[in-house]
């Protein structure tokens, strides 16, 4: 009995009174006999699969391979559906609904008789959701990432989903592809479960928990279709079960040093804007609130981009590629000199285990430091008047000539008045403007959609324009590239000095002096400030109400401020009586 008592989900399960007949008895409800789970550690496999959900297809099989793996390692395992958010598919952004998820997760695993938790999510916001919400609960945890999809083809020619999407779009509205081409390009983008096989969102957050330490050594880059993601699966069920007995859990394994290994790797994989934000957020869960905006920014000064995916750079590689070029270990590896390389992870070694025998199998794929795609670090952070608390650009998918740059701001409080600019062959715009969205922040969105990624107008599009600068408090998908500053902080929505730009104003841009600049003096902003009124908010009632009144910006990591590690602790263990 000793043995039995220290499982967790022995309090549930192992007591002589009313509460554990009643528990018992509703195990054997569901066919389960007592020998399935006396002594054995209870392991929750957090399956986020949906029919809504194209990237986590595959999940419906998979859970049964890691039930495989949880039960020859002498577990016990039980699957807990959680939500499941596709950022293609929920309006009017997923991450409105990424805490809901990291609540949800958290009280799932605090409410059930749980030792151990398998987590298997990829699709942008469900890696950064699931990993929140187990660190707060903080109970032995193995991420299992749902992996990229393969690689899209049409006509000949290899797709990146997101960053062709965007590429080929713009072609159709110049009038260069025609319907037949674009429906060949619809059905061949996206062809099997899995992951954007780009270097978007999915596999910059599925890669940064790996170098976090909380997935298994090359989990995150296995292809969903590839035979070894089945064998991983397994892996991570087995694995589970024996953290447990080691008491192995997520706030042992995120040490400050974890999060800078994270900021490393992201730098050099050429990383997804969004990074930041869910970093951010992870970091300050798991008790490290000093790891902000600057620490990106410094570190980025140091690594160079080495991943050459789309789309970074004239890339023609994608994930799969990547995976057979020896994955993220092999990155690392080449990341050795900037790494700490003794932090712990879910593998019960150290990372310099984990990564010591990698070997790179394509140099062209997985850069040396010495030859890089880019020579500074994915994302740069930007600050001036215009964004007091900071903002974001990636260099390293944009076009050189406006690394620095000034021009005349064409504003817009909505993108319903944005949209009919662009498509207007007539439009009043240069590629020299700046064109400025505001009200598309946490709040003002709300949840930040990705419409920072704002197209280029048909007009210049028809002169064969493909960049331009642009501005916005909004984010963009991983997958999208060109000269697109987001994240601007504090948001227009409560006053940001951006909701104080007027058309014909101009902006200055200076990426390597970090620096973002509305040309007119303090005494006019101040004035402008006096004239603005905010707008009524987006919701009156239920989640989206709760979520506008406590989410944070952007530097911040968008959680809300009540989940911060800071904000206190919670219940604890529930109690049984």
């Given at each position: 009995m000793a043995e039995?008592?220290?499982?967790?989900?022995?309090?549930?399960?192992?007591?002589?009174?009313?509460?554990?007949?009643?528990?018992?008895?509703?195990?054997?409800?569901?066919?389960?006999?007592?020998?399935?789970?006396?002594?054995?550690?209870?392991?929750?496999?957090?399956?986020?699969?949906?029919?809504?959900?194209?990237?986590?297809?595959?999940?419906?099989?998979?859970?049964?391979?890691?039930?495989?793996?949880?039960?020859?390692?002498?577990?016990?395992?039980?699957?807990?559906?959680?939500?499941?958010?596709?950022?293609?598919?929920?309006?009017?952004?997923?991450?409105?609904?990424?805490?809901?998820?990291?609540?949800?997760v958290e009280e799932m695993i605090r409410c059930h008789p749980v030792d151990a938790v398998v987590l298997m999510g990829g699709c942008d916001k469900?890696?950064?959701?699931?990993?929140?919400?187990?660190?707060?609960?903080?109970?032995?945890?193995?991420?299992?990432?749902?992996?990229?999809?393969?690689?899209?083809?049409?006509?000949?020619?290899?797709?990146?989903?997101?960053?062709?999407?965007f590429k080929f779009w713009d072609d159709r509205r110049a009038g260069a592809i025609n319907e037949k081409q674009w429906e060949g390009i619809i059905g061949g983008i996206a062809r099997s479960p899995g992951?954007?096989?780009?270097?978007?969102?999915?596999?910059?957050?599925?890669?940064?928990?790996?170098?976090?330490?909380?997935?298994?050594?090359?989990?995150?880059?296995?292809?969903?279709?590839?035979?070894?993601?089945?064998?991983?699966?397994?892996?991570?069920g087995r694995r589970a079960v024996e953290m447990v007995h080691e008491d192995l859990r997520p706030r042992s394994i995120l040490s400050r040093n974890s999060f800078f290994n994270a900021i490393a790797v992201a730098m050099a994989m050429g990383c997804s804007t969004n990074a930041i934000i869910h970093l951010i957020a992870l970091a300050r869960r798991a008790g490290h609130a000093d790891i902000g905006l600057e620490e990106f920014d410094h570190i980025s000064r140091k690594i160079p981009v080495i991943a050459n995916i789309r789309p970074n750079g004239d890339s023609q590689y994608l994930m799969e590629d990547f995976y057979y070029a020896g994955g993220?270990?092999?990155?690392?590896?080449?990341?050795?000199?900037?790494?700490?390389?003794?932090?712990?992870?879910?593998?019960?070694?150290?990372?310099?285990?984990?990564?010591?025998?990698?070997?790179?199998?394509?140099?062209?794929?997985?850069?040396t430091l010495e030859r890089p795609i880019y020579a500074e670090g994915s994302l740069a952070v930007l600050r001036g008047n215009?964004?007091?608390?900071?903002?974001?650009?990636?260099?390293?998918?944009?076009?050189?000539?406006?690394?620095?740059?000034?021009?005349?701001?064409?504003?817009?409080?909505?993108?319903p008045s944005l949209k009919i600019m662009l498509e207007d062959p007539e439009a009043d715009i240069t590629e020299n403007h700046v064109i400025v969205l505001r009200n598309a922040g946490p709040k003002g969105g709300p949840g930040m959609p990705e419409w920072g990624m704002i197209p280029i107008p048909l007009k210049l599009l028809r002169h064969g324009v493909r960049d331009m600068l642009r501005i916005s408090d909004a984010r963009m998908s991983g997958t999208s590239y060109g000269a697109c500053i987001l994240h601007v902080a504090p948001e227009a929505f409560i006053g940001g000095p951006l909701a104080l730009v007027q058309t014909g104003?101009?902006?200055?841009?200076?990426?390597?002096?970090?620096?973002?600049?509305?040309?007119?003096?303090?005494?006019?902003?101040?004035?402008?400030?006096?004239?603005?009124?905010?707008?009524?908010?987006?919701?009156?009632?239920?989640?989206?109400?709760?979520?506008?009144?406590?989410?944070?910006?952007?530097?911040?990591?968008?959680?809300?401020?009540?989940?911060?590690?800071?904000?206190?602790?919670?219940?604890?263990?529930?109690?049984?009586?």
């Open positions: 039995l008592k220290k499982l967790r989900s022995q309090r549930w399960l192992a007591n002589n009174d009313f509460r554990t007949f009643n528990h018992r008895s509703r195990f054997m409800q569901m066919g389960y006999d007592s020998k399935d789970w006396e002594g054995r550690p209870i392991v929750a496999i957090l399956n986020s699969w949906s029919e809504y959900n194209p990237c986590h297809m595959h999940f419906r099989d998979r859970v049964n391979d890691v039930k495989r793996g949880v039960l020859q390692a002498g577990g016990f395992p039980l699957e807990l559906p959680t939500m499941s958010l596709n950022d293609a598919i929920v309006k009017p952004s997923a991450l409105l609904y990424r805490n809901m998820m990291a609540m949800e469900t890696s950064p959701a699931m990993l929140l919400g187990a660190i707060s609960a903080n109970v032995p945890s193995v991420f299992l990432p749902a992996g990229p999809m393969l690689r899209g083809q049409y006509a000949g020619q290899a797709l990146g989903s997101g960053s062709d999407a992951t954007c096989m780009t270097m978007g969102t999915a596999s910059t957050m599925t890669a940064l928990i790996e170098a976090l330490g909380m997935a298994l050594p090359g989990a995150s880059s296995v292809p969903a279709v590839d035979a070894n993601h089945q064998r991983l699966s397994a892996q991570a993220l270990p092999a990155l690392m590896q080449r990341l050795w000199p900037h790494l700490h390389v003794e932090e712990m992870t879910v593998s019960g070694r150290c990372l310099r285990n984990n990564i010591e025998s990698a070997r790179v199998h394509n140099d062209d794929v997985i850069r215009l964004a007091p608390d900071g903002c974001v650009i990636k260099p390293s998918a944009m076009d050189a000539r406006f690394l620095k740059h000034s021009g005349p701001a064409i504003v817009f409080d909505d993108y104003d101009c902006i200055s841009v200076d990426v390597e002096q970090r620096r973002i600049h509305l040309d007119i003096s303090n005494e006019e902003l101040a004035r402008r400030k006096t004239r603005w009124h905010p707008s009524a908010p987006k919701y009156e009632r239920g989640y989206g109400s709760m979520y506008l009144q406590h989410i944070l910006q952007a530097d911040q990591g968008c959680d809300m401020d009540f989940l911060l590690t800071q904000a206190g602790s919670a219940a604890g263990e529930p109690d049984i009586f």
